[in-house]
């Protein structure tokens, strides 16, 4: 592997949360020093960053990956690229697939695929439950055996409370993180926007943001009574906050993130019956928006991902409700959430403690960091660069996402994955 030393770089570190102008050199495929100023004379190859920011590559929790079964939405090969031209160093991925990620063998399958065709790290999810159909738990110890990082019915809820408790309870006697999706399923079912004028001037079929409380009240009602480790995949709304809250301060091992779409963007998006903004749970308004922009800013929603969804213009092009929900991300999560630094709601350390940090402290990774010994895997940006996005430009095969056109602005230089460049920007 080659040496490199990276000067006149803008360092983003979260661990520290420090931005300051500084040097980075790293030695087989790991970080051997940094520091503020003058880098010090070496033998290795060096990379004048130009004043641009080199942080820690992104850590996304809940990338789906289409294989097997719908491939023609996303391959690892794709994913894999669009990841590194958005600076995603490790993509975590969701065992939502066809058929679901739920033996061993199916794991291995989609390891292999992974290793073979992507070129960034691919951290496999399993499935919580057979099918994801919340009847009868998977073989968590032989997952674990098999290289599952966490366990997931992504958005099926477990609505037999019973089987949930006993996944936990194992789940726990494992060490295995349980990632869930807290919405009430009842009131969640057939919901295509956010309760409110909007929706009922639509005409759309809206759930409560209620639903999303309650279903973290339930679950957390079931941490308390098994102690395992537990991750929310998507808080999106204010009324859920204070429940999260409670939870922690009373030392459950819990943790949530959010997505950048729910960062970003509004139900006021969805304007008129635009599908591509159509996401699961659907966006909110404007005030649960800004609380959820508070809760990363103060460290109690841990994680930022993309929740990238492929979805190809079969599903999309149909009529608000009919049509699928998702977007994809991995390359626009970056540019996307420096609109909040941008707007100076979050500075670049707080965004990369959720993006890079928190995502590898959760899942026991020693990536997301600056620190001496720690994994090269790292993005080189630019934060001031103006653009247009293209969505025919994108490397996923899937092109649904909700910025099409839009102004945007931060371009990703290059992304290094174990000290390798896997993506330069032309």
């Given at each position: ?22 040097w ?83 794991l ?15 951290l496999?999810?399993a ?9 009868e ?28 408790s ?10 295995a ?25 639509r ?19 079931l ?74 800013r ?81 993005v080189l ?11 025919f ?34």
């Amino acid at each position: 592997m080659s040496n490199l030393i990276f000067t006149n770089a803008r360092l983003i570190d979260p661990e520290n949360g420090t931005d300051a102008l500084g040097w980075l050199q790293i030695a087989d495929g790991r970080i051997a020093s940094c520091g503020e100023g003058d880098a010090p004379n070496s033998d290795a190859k060096a990379i004048d960053c130009n004043g641009q920011c080199l942080a820690p590559g992104i850590v996304d929790i809940g990338v789906k990956v289409c294989e097997p079964g719908e491939r023609h939405k996303e391959s690892y090969k794709s994913a894999g690229l669009a990841a590194a031209a958005g600076g995603v160093t490790t993509i975590v991925t969701r065992p939502d697939t066809l058929p679901a990620v739920d033996t061993p063998e199916t794991l291995e399958f989609a390891t292999r695929r992974a290793q073979a065709d992507a070129p960034v790290n691919v951290l496999p999810m399993a499935a919580l439950t057979k099918g994801r159909d919340g009847r009868e738990m998977t073989e968590i110890g032989f997952l674990q055996d098999a290289g599952a990082v966490a366990f997931t019915d992504c958005d099926h809820v477990i609505t037999n409370t019973k089987v949930f408790s006993r996944a936990l309870t194992y789940a726990k006697s494992c060490d295995a993180l349980v990632i869930a999706h807290p919405q009430e399923p009842g009131l969640s079912s057939g919901a295509a926007a956010t309760s409110g004028k909007f929706a009922a001037l639509r005409g759309l079929p809206a759930v409560s943001p209620m639903a999303e409380r309650m279903g973290l009240d339930r679950d957390i009602a079931l941490l308390e009574m098994t102690g395992a480790a537990y991750h929310a995949d998507q808080i999106t709304t204010a009324r859920a906050l204070p429940a999260l809250e409670r939870a922690k301060r009373n030392g459950l091992d819990i943790t949530a993130g959010t997505s950048i779409h729910h960062l970003t963007l509004n139900e006021l998006d969805v304007a008129n019956y635009r599908t591509f903004f159509k996401v699961k749970p659907p966006l909110r308004s404007e005030d649960d928006r800004q609380a959820v922009i508070e809760a990363v800013r103060t460290g109690l929603i841990d994680t930022i991902s993309s929740m990238h969804t492929p979805q190809d213009e079969e599903s999309k092009r149909l009529p608000f409700e009919e049509a699928a929900s998702g977007a994809v991300a991995l390359e626009t999560l970056l540019p996307a959430a420096l609109r909040l630094y941008h707007a100076g709601q979050l500075d670049l350390p707080n965004l990369f403690r959720a993006m890079a940090l928190n995502p590898a402290k959760r899942l026991g990774l020693e990536a997301g960091r600056l620190s001496h010994g720690a994994p090269a895997d790292l993005v080189l940006f630019d934060p001031d660069a103006p653009f247009v996005l293209d969505r025919f430009t994108l490397k996923s095969k899937s092109q649904n996402t909700p910025f099409d056109g839009q102004r945007m602005q931060g371009k990703v230089t290059a992304t290094y994955v174990a000290g390798q460049e896997v993506y330069r920007r032309a």
